[in-house]
């Protein structure tokens, strides 16, 4: 099993629609989570952590189930400028791992 | 504010040559990873340091080694590079254990 599972779309939305996928996990002893994007194979930047809590920063909202080892990724009221590959990534001690990625592209 | 920078930005290697990608942070990181990207197989860890003089392995080591003899340069070595290295290369860094991490711009690395 991989340590970490991406849905890698793509998910093909129009403008003002909104989009949510997952990110499952393996280790259960992960501490901290984020969610990074990614442009047309340029470096990944961080997007927002992801806090037990669930957190939210404008128009994205993301969530983390610890019991079923997922975070999830919600986009609102979608900008073509959100078309891009959404990397989760689940931190366990000094290890970053990396999904593959979802891929959203945002129609107008 | 130059963040992480890589060089080379580019290079094309003949099978079996050697080289050096160096990854140099000015912000005073204390963790620092090489990464390598694939089509459809996503960020994949090769090895990691927690701090200077320290190296670790990753997920697909082989093939790759590290030196981490200043803090601030992370050092990805190819002894003898195959076809199968051939691949887009990104370095990170982090402050401590549980923030972010800050990518350089990526080496596109082709082995002919």
Known sequence: ?108 | NAGVTQTPKFRVLKTGQSMTLLCAQDMNHEYMYWYRQDPGMGLRLIHYSVGEGTTAKGEVPDGYNVSRLKKQNFLLGLESAAPSQTSVYFCASTRHQNTEAFFGQGTRLTVV
């Open chain 1, 1 to 108: 099993r991989k340590e970490v599972e991406q849905d890698p779309g793509p998910f093909n939305v129009p403008e003002g629609a909104t989009v949510a996928f997952n990110c499952t996990y393996s280790n259960s002893a992960s501490q901290s989570f984020f969610w990074y994007r990614q442009d047309c194979r340029k470096e990944p930047k961080l997007l927002m952590s992801v806090y037990s809590s669930g957190n939210e920063d404008g128009r994205f909202t993301a969530q983390l189930n610890r019991a079923s080892q997922y975070i999830s990724l919600l986009i609102r009221d979608s900008k073509l400028s959100d078309s891009a590959t959404y990397l989760c990534a689940p931190r366990n001690d000094y290890k970053l791992s990396f999904g593959a990625g979802t891929t959203v592209t945002v129609r107008a």
